[in-house]
Structures are given as structure tokens and as C-alpha cells.
């Protein structure tokens, strides 16, 4: 019997997109809480600083932004006060998330660039490559991209130094798909497979979003089987 090869790759699409709008439901299902694989590198040390950030977290899953943004300027003026360096820039690194989130550009990019100077400092390699991977929304914010893939570089080269599986996996991660937007997809599915192993092993929360991702490289090399096969 002839079969519309047409037809059979519709069919296999509309399967795709079935899979792929039940994957991003059960990942917007998931309860928010603190992840617990974070590595003590990007955790305060001082307590009250941690406890300052863990509140700020949680302030932000339910949604009070104006609070989460005021605990994470208490716990920036607490570590200063301290003068505990990995601290600071811990924080730094945190409030410039918000900043982004309220839209002040300028203001969290001058927040990360301390922040690495501080991470470099205190010789906090976790930090140091998770904060490379934030100040690379610099140069994808502008389109830059092969600017964002080359830091997103220098922070797996970082995240590797650290031995850190948890970083390194969330680099990776990144890398993969700034390079897929590049058009690389080789590179793309490389650096994505290699994040997934690690997700794999440790049970990374991550591997959820690089799953997805991954997915969409394979759609763009016209692998519609194995995406498939990602997804389920």
C-alpha cells in the first residue's frame, strides 16, 4: 500500500507539537522550591546574607517582587558590611536578576561585571562561570550572538576549572542554544547532549528545559524520530 510521505510527516509534526505543548505544561506544573543540587559556591556563607536570598527566592515564586528586590538589597548591604567578598558578589549577581526583571539594563549589567571581579577575587569558580553566563545577555540583548557564544565559552571554560557538574551542565546548557540560534546545530546538539548526560546522572532539574531545547535542534535537522524520542 502507498502511504503519503507528505501525510506521514504531517502526522509525525502534529505528534511533535502535541509532545512538545505537554512538555512545557507539566514544566509550568512543577511546584516551585529550592533547588536542592545548588552547589555551595552560589550559597552565602554569612547566614543571614543566605537566609536574605533564600527569602528573596521565595518571594519571587509566589510572586512579591518588591520584596524579594528588598531582601536582596538587605543581604548586598549586610555582606558589604561584612566585608566577605564571595558574599558580596553573590548578591550583586542575585539583585541583578531584578534589575533585569524591572527593566534596568544598565544597572544589572554594572551589578554583574562586580559581581565577576568579586567572584574572581574571592577565587569562587561556580560563581565566576555562572555570572560569565549572565553577562552574556549583554551581547544577545544587542544580537550579537557569536559575542555571547564566545563568553558563554570562557564560562564553561570556568565552570570546567571548578569541577563543578552542576555548572557545568547549566553552561552547557546556555552554550547550546545561543548556538542553535546561531544556525549551529551540530555545535547546538553537541553541547546540549553532553549538558543532558550530566542532568542524567545527578538528576539536574535542568534537564527538563534541555530536553525541550534539544528537541528543537532535531526538528531543525529535520530529525523528526529522534526529537520525538527526546521528548517522550
Known amino acids: 500500500m502507498n502511504v503519503d510521505l507528505h501525510v506521514v510527516r504531517a502526522s ?40 536574605l536570598l533564600d527569602d528573596a527566592e521565595r518571594q519571587i515564586e509566589e510572586g512579591n517582587y518588591v520584596q524579594a528586590t528588598s ?42 561585571h562586580s559581581a565577576l571581579e568579586g567572584a574572581s577575587e574571592s577565587s569562587n569558580l561556580v560563581l565566576e562561570a555562572d555570572v560569565l553566563a549572565s553577562i552574556s545577555l549583554e551581547d544577545q540583548f544587542k544580537g550579537n550572538l557569536p559575542g555571547a557564544i564566545t ?6 571554560d570556568v565552570a570546567e576549572r571548578s ?18 540560534l546561531l544556525g549551529k546545530t551540530d555545535d547546538a546538539r553537541q553541547s546540549l ?11 539536574y532539574r535542568a534537564q527538563s528545559s534541555h530536553l525541550v531545547n534539544l528537541a528543537y535542534v532535531l526538528l531543525k535537522q529535520n530529525k523528526l524520530d529522534e526529537a520525538e524520542k527526546a521528548l517522550k
Open 12 to 51: 509525525k509534526f502534529i505528534s511533535l507539537l502535541c509532545l512538545f505543548g505537554a512538555a512545557a505544561w507539566a514544566f509550568g506544573q512543577q511546584k516551585p522550591s529550592p533547588d536542592p543540587n545548588i552547589p555551595p559556591e552560589l550559597r552565602a556563607t554569612i547566614p543571614e546574607v543566605r537566609s
Open 193 to 203: 547532549e553532553s549538558a543532558l548526560d550530566i542532568d542524567r546522572v545527578n538528576g
Open 71 to 112: 531582601d536582596e538589597r538587605q543581604a548586598l548591604q549586610l555582606a558589604t558590611s561584612k566585608a566577605f567578598i564571595s558574599d558580596i558578589a553573590l548578591a550583586k549577581a542575585t539583585l541583578a536578576g531584578s534589575e533585569f526583571r524591572d527593566g534596568k539594563f544598565s544597572q544589572a549589567m554594572e551589578l554583574l
Open 163 to 180: 569541577k563543578s557538574l552542576y555548572i557545568r551542565s547549566e553552561v552547557l546548557g546556555q552554550l547550546g542554544w545561543n548556538q542553535f
Open 151 to 156: 563568553t558563554l565559552t570562557q564560562a564553561l
